[in-house]
């Protein structure tokens, strides 16, 4: 399989380019979108794109075990992140009353 | 199948990103959440399909409803109303580099030749061999991920809460 | 007794330090006697060197004690040289000297800062001394650039006016201006020479030919001069001096006729024989000295302050020295100094004794028929006057007629200015004796109290006088049957053993010339006094008659004013303009706070940047990956 | 999987601290942790001696030489000049805080315990150049850290400063990731150093993932570093924590961050040979940016902790320069500047608490006459700002000399130059310090102010402070102990370079 | 005992910093005593230099007392702790060690507050000075070079008058801007020469191209010309000067601007020989302007103290004339006029403190017959001023002369022109300081109730005349005797003019051959200062 053949038909390519594009679509969403739990789902997807990079390659290499203990890891390290990056919105939320990171923005210059 | 899983976990993600209503985000994410454990089981990789259902689905993005629900930001305050440049900059950044990750992942010769040998290499993940690694090599990982998870539990709670 | 011969400059110093520093709690009697015996032992002093040096094969000692500048290829040490012309000088300056230091002790027995004064009367003869005898250009320096500041500690003596501070000031800057001329001409004799001893540079001088090394000693000298018509007020120089009659009269008398300005004349004749090598500065010199004696002469003619027409006089005196120097009559010249210096010291200090009579009184306007008062002091002032007006016997006449002779063996012309400045001369003298001393008293309370002057003071005079009228026999001229002593004895010193040098006098109708200068000099002189002996109504009527030129003479040609306008206002503006304009706008604007401006600018924007939304620091981190994947790539 | 004794020496240092952790949490778990003097003694106490006993096993180690390598660990004298280093610095926080909180009002065990996470997390991060560790030791220092920005629960800025340096540090740490991913798929291992190797045996240093792997990894430590353009989560996150915290962040976190970049770079990815040259090119163009917009910001800031926070921003530039010289003699500048850094910063930041300075923001106004007040608070702040501004004779001088000097040998007087020019901008603003504490008697206000509140007492903070000031001057008086005998044996025993 | 035998440049360094220190450490209440232990430590401290640095003087010229030991080499080149006392330094190291004990005495009631605090800075900053003063290792030199700084920042920043910050850190970044390219330089060659040791850095540099030679030059020669300082980097001085309190102004004209000065002839001349003589002209053009400059500008200040600042750049000015004219006579007496305008330059600073104190103004205009009232005052500021303005047989003059000589006779073509221009700076010093000495001194008593002159009330104690009789024993005895000063210097001056292969001297020669070149009755002025040098140049490279 070569070129496009391989990124449609779940080459290696295939799986990356779909890791690729998670990738960036989760910073847009970090970009372009203003509420904070958003931002953070745009997070999440980020990590998941490297988890289906990593996956992928585990494949290709054979179901490299290591590649998978490391998602074990990045799975829990995604958890953490999620409850201290909720905790932090929350936090700010009790006190601004608002989730828009556009308005949290009294820290300038 | 590839395809169609691709397409789920790509479409849901972009509905992610363009849904006004951040319960729907969330659900879109759900979706995409569900594509990326398609593909994984594409990927021979069960285990890891499962765990992406429990944990991403099951905890993370319930928690993140959770949150939204109890914060009742449903919606965005305003529209996408903000700054031009922060915008149109960020759109053709990514698009640029969108672009160039696809370009790079095609004109990559070490990928080209790894999927063609990997192509034919077993494909099956076990739990075994899961396990034996966690256990064997990663033991030194395996606790410091609990400590990171025990750092931020305490972290979250002394964020949120006013004592233990 | 050689290696006490550094008592003669010394023995002064320690005077003034004595006084300066303990005279005040020593009192007036001890200021007096350490004053004046440290000068009259320096007398003493000087008058044995003199005969020291009288009794050397070639008439010279040269004598040095210590080094001073030693560095590189410079080596100067503290030395003195005793040879006619500074014996002669010495003489003078320590004779003259303590006459007036006597004069002193009468004149300014009644003043607060007595010991004050005598501490710069004795420091100031230190420095004379120093100049005279010094072995070296930069010695000679240390007492030109010290008499002038002793000038001006004396001008300012009275620091609590308005006027005296002012005119010591402008004293000591316009000597400055000639300073800077003395200073250059030494930098290229040092350069020329390679030594900065007056003796090695004559000697070696007497071996050059005339124009050797084409203009470099024309401009030293030409440099030296500048300094010389400072110190010895010349064009464009001179105007310091008539100012500096805001110091006590024997001040005027003794620095400011006698001593100190004639140094000018004095460095000449001492590097005469480079002198001679460069004919330019010759005639440069003696046009500005033809120049100068007719210009001060004319602005003497209506002067109302006595002390002002003797300043006057002095400057066109001292003309005349200069126009004698540069007719190449350095015997001619000097001789002229050392006659001046009796003359001159005589009128001032009778003028000085008038004034006292006055109760300090100096506007002749407001003086007259002090002759039947003040009777010495008359007598003696008719003696200095026939001296300088140059009456057939007098010293003025040997030394003005010889002069006058040189000139116009130089050039007609330099004879015809001489004579109308000395037909100029004549006036003023009797016009001032005549205001003064005959016609009826214009101010009669002042007139009531008139009275002669203590003997302290009116002995000096009658010393003077008599020197006056005889010393002019010193340098009787061959026309007249003598042979020009002076000249002889000065020759060794003036010649240095050049021999082109020696120029024998040319043919000219000597005998002629000076009856002529002579006759129109009676004439000016009794015209003088015929028209102001009834008092100053001729003038009053001249002024309306002539308001221009008589406002512009008594204005003294508006040259002061022109100074502030032209120069001095000028300086201080572009000195503010440099300050405010370069130091604080461009160098400390531009250069310095600018680019500190210029950074808080750049940090205002910088921080605009920091806009607080974390959206826009996750964009500035995709543009840093953008950027890093970029180099990455490429 | 059983250890041997030496082995669990070398592990300790890590465990320590997170036993120490685990111990406080048990102990805040009491209400009364706030009031009771002596769960507060207690918990502060094990902290600190979780931490010293630390720096004890690590300082055995260094004294034995011995380097081992274990799991993913790498013991080595990199590692152990880490370990010591963030030792210090999270004893001179943990000193800090006591009065910061006290002063503030509140204290909490799970702050320390935080902080002990942290430690182990940072230590485990510049130890190993296996990239999963480094990834769990990035996020275990991470993550307890944005919790404690976010944690002055009184004040919103603080939630905001958190919430910023979560968003931006878990994008930033998604691409870390990504980069490691990237690397390990081409490679087919995890452990850096074998990856290198791999790759070089492959041919495949030039791939184009290669390369984008190694980018996204170099981003994750910049933004660690807070190199421009990653920077911008430092002013506001400085703001937004408690003095001490700050203190640590700015220290700790830039130093180890800087460590394990060196640890991976230079070391590991030595072979590559194209990465290598890639990554000094891009670390002297960020580095310029660096200390200019760092230099020029910290220039306007008129809120001492911006000012400190974008003055660590500019710091990282000079440390960039070293890594653009590239010589182990830099290398070891930039370790000998990082251990003089962490007394300078943890000093000025310790200042604030030692001068009782609470609240929402700590302007230069505040300082007003304070280093008459406070001599040896006085003394030591211009200690750390003159080294700060790298006046000789004080340790921040050296730092600056070694990597100028090396830079300058490698060619780069252009960029010697910019560094200089942007010392002289940073001259200005700590001097503004100075001036506030010297120059200027305090305000009205001030004095008012300071009258109603009762007298400041800080006796740990200043202590700090004081050890900060003598480690700063030590730093300019025994450099060459420091440097020669630390710092360079961390480069050339622990990391393999050789001069 | 022996460690003082061995180190007693060490000693003489560091004692004032560890003397400082404990000054520093005394609580605030005992001020007074701090001033005094202060000042008898710098007195003591004055005292063994002398008793060392001239007891110890074997040979005239050569190295008095040295120590060097291997420092470190912080990865890669090694520093060394050398320091030494030649005949080029030994003179401004007693300077230094003279001055700070004489205005601290001067000073005595200057200060009402901090004065534990501000002696401490004092004795910090002399060893800087000494410590710049004597080292002989570029590294150690720019060791102490940069730690003058801090305290002397101190000194301005707390103690000084109304602007007092701005000039402190207009000082302070000024001199900054400067020293850190130079240092960038210093590393350059560091790197080349694998060492900080002049000697093989210039090795080094002689082996480089002549336009890095050049570059490295003028970044030693911009450090030091801020430090003199030289046209046009001079405007931090009258704000330092005017804002500094009385000791700092001192101490800074005394000491601090002479090492500029010294940094030419110790380090950037001797290391860069060619660019040294290549620069010599820009920078003996940059002294004359700043002779003249520095001249009319200080004419027309109004504040006392603002005009001795910038009489200050006109008299140094003449110190780096001197050194660009690279003859033995002119760099001789720019080594004399350092000492010179230290020792006046910083005794008119005491005498404006002096009048400070009791007036509380040092506006020019709010004076006007001090002299009634000061009567003792007056005479000092006189002989101060005289001095300043270069009187024969005060030391003013013999540096002057020296320099103009120098310059004149320098081998350079443009030496003859500047020293002609440079003569002017002598008239205008006398211009600017004689009129302001009569404006203020002078004239009627200014009466006015707020006037300065009304607030003086005492002439001067004995202790400020105890301060002030050292000065003028100085300031005649560096006239009348200046080889006593500049003896020691000679040989080492003579052997550094040597050994760059300065150009020789050119003396005018008034040899036949060359008066028959001439064209006769030319215009003298211009003619005797450039011809000879454009028409005939071989001719003239006689050594006299």
Known sequence: MTGMDAILHGGLQGYLVVALLLFFLGLATVLLRRTLLMQFMGVELMLNAANVALLAFARFRGGDAQAMVFYLFIIAVAACEAAVGLALIIGLYRHRDTTDSDRAASLKQ | MFITFALITLLGALGMLLQKNVVVAGLCMVAAFFGVAGLFVLLANPVAAALQIIVYTGAIMVLVLFVIMMLNSHQEEEAQASHPVQRWLSLALLAVLALGGVKLVMGSAGLKALAEKGSTMPQAMTLEKVGTALFADHLLGFEVAGLVLLAAMIGAVALTKRNL | MNKYYWLIPILPLLGAAFNGLLGKRAGKGAVTLVGLGTVALSLVLAVSAFLAMKGMPDHRLVLNYAEWMVTGSMSVPFGLVIDPLSGTMMLVVTGIGFLIHLYSVGYMHAEKGYARFFSYLNLFVFFMLTLILGSSLPLMFVGWEGVGLCSYLLIGYYFETDFAPQAGLKAFLFNRVGDLGVSIGMLVLFASFGTLTIADILTQAGHLAPEAGFGILTFATLMLFVGATGKSAQLPLYLWLPDAMAGPTPVSALIHAATMVTSGIYMICRLAPVYTLTPTTMTVVAWVGAATALFAATIGLFQRDIKKVLAYSTISQLGYMFLGLGAAGFAAGFFHVFTHAWFKALLFLGAGSAITAMHHEQDLFKMGGLKNKTKITFITMVAGTVAIMGFPGTSGFFSKDEILYLAYLKSPALWVVGVVAACCTSFYMWRLMALAFWGEPRDHHAYEHAHESPLSMTVPLMVLAVGSLLWGFWGVPEAFGGHFAIGEWLKPALTYGQTHAAHGHHEGPAVLLAAISTTLGLVFGFLGWSKYKAGPAWELAFAEKFPTVHRVLLNKYYVDEGVELYLLRPIRWFGNLLWKLFDVIIIDGVGVNLPGALARVFGDFTALFQTGRVRNYALSMALGAAILLYVFLK | ?499 | MTWLNLHPLTFLVFAPTVLGFLLMALPHALGKLARLLGFLGALAIFVLSLAWLLGHNPAAGGTVLAERTPWFTLVGLPVDYALAVDGLNLWLVLLTTFLVPLTMLGTWNSLKDRMGTFAALFLLLETGMLGALVAQDLFVFYLFWEAMLIPMYFMIGVWGGDERRYAANKFFLYTLSGSLLWLVALLYLANKAGGFNPALMAQAASALPFGVQGWLFIAFAVAFAIKVPLFPLHTWLPDAHVQAPTAGSVILAGVLLKLGGYGFIRFAIPMFPQAAMHYAKPIALLSVIAIVYGALVAMVQRDIKKLVAYSSVSHMGFVMLGLASMTVIGTQGAMLQMLNHGVSTGALFLLVGMLYDRAHTRMISDFGGVAVKMPIFTTFFMIVTLSSIGLPLTNGFVGEFWILNGTFLSGFTWGRLYAVLATSGVLLGAVYMLWMFMRVFWGPENKDEDSGTHHLHSDLNAREIAVMLPIVVLIVWMGVHPRTFVGASEAPVAALLQEIKAPAPRPFILAPAVREAAAPGESAGAHASEAPVSEAPAAHEVHR
Request: glycine share 10%; aromatic share 12%.
């Open chain 4, 1 to 499: 999987m059983s250890l041997t004794p030496s082995q669990w020496a070398a592990l300790l240092p890590l465990l320590l601290p997170a036993f120490g952790a685990c111990l406080v949490v048990l102990m805040s778990l009491d209400k009364d942790q706030g009031t009771t003097k002596w769960i507060r003694g207690a918990m502060y106490g094990t902290a600190l001696l979780a931490v010293a006993g630390s720096f004890w096993f690590l300082t055995s180690l260094w004294k034995t030489g011995s380097q081992p390598a274990f799991f993913q660990l790498h013991m080595d004298r990199l590692a152990q000049f880490t370990g010591i280093f963030v030792a210090v610095a999270a004893a001179l926080t943990i000193l800090q805080s006591w009065d910061h909180f006290h002063q503030e009002g509140w204290v909490k065990g799970e702050t320390l315990s935080l902080l002990l996470f942290s430690v182990t997390g940072m230590m485990l991060f510049a130890s190993t150049t296996h990239f999963v560790a480094l990834f769990l030791g990035l996020e275990l220092f991470s993550i307890p850290l944005y919790a404690l920005v976010g944690t002055v629960r009184a004040r919103s800025e603080s939630a905001e400063g958190g919430m910023k340096y979560f968003m931006t540090g878990a994008v930033a740490s998604s691409c870390f990731l990504m980069g490691g991913v990237l690397i390990y798929g081409l490679s087919g291992t995890f452990d850096l150093a074998a990856a290198a190797g791999a790759l070089k045996a492959q041919g495949a240093l030039l791939d184009p993932l290669v390369m984008a792997g190694a980018a996204l990894m170099l981003l994750g430590f910049l933004f660690k570093v807070s190199a421009v353009p990653f920077h911008q989560w430092t002013p506001d996150a400085y703001e937004a924590s408690p003095h001490p915290i700050a203190g640590f962040m700015s220290v700790a976190t830039k130093g180890v961050a800087f460590i394990a970049l060196l640890r991976v770079f230079p070391g590991s990815f030595a072979p590559m040979g194209p990465v290598t040259a890639k990554v000094q090119t891009v670390l002297a163009a960020l580095a310029v940016a660096t200390l200019v917009l760092g230099n020029l910001t910290a220039l306007v800031q008129s809120n001492v902790k911006r000012m400190l926070a974008y003055s660590s921003i500019s710091h990282a530039g000079y440390l960039m320069l070293g890594f653009v010289a590239g010589t182990p003699a830099a290398y070891t500048g930039v370790l000998f500047y990082l251990v003089i850094y962490l007394a300078m910063n943890m000093g000025a930041f310790g200042l604030l608490t030692a001068f009782g300075l609470v609240g929402e923001k700590t302007t230069f106004d505040d300082l007003r006459g304070l280093g008459w007040k406070r001599p040896a608070m006085g003394f030591s702040a211009a200690v750390f700002m003159l080294s700060l501004a790298g006046i000789p004779p004080l340790g921040g001088f050296y730092g600056k000399y070694m990597i100028f000097r090396e830079l300058v040998g490698a060619g780069h007087v252009g960029l010697a130059i910019l560094g200089v020019l942007a010392s002289l901008v940073s001259a200005y603003y700590y001097l503004r310090f100075l001036v506030a504490l010297f120059l200027q008697a305090p305000s009205a206000e001030a004095e008012r102010l300071a009258s109603d509140r009762p007298a400041v007492h800080a006796p740990l903070a200043g202590a700090a402070v004081l050890v900060s000031a003598a480690i700063v001057l030590a730093g300019g008086l025994i450099q060459y102990a420091l440097a020669d005998g630390f710092a360079k044996r961390a480069i050339v025993e622990g990391l393999g370079l050789i001069r």
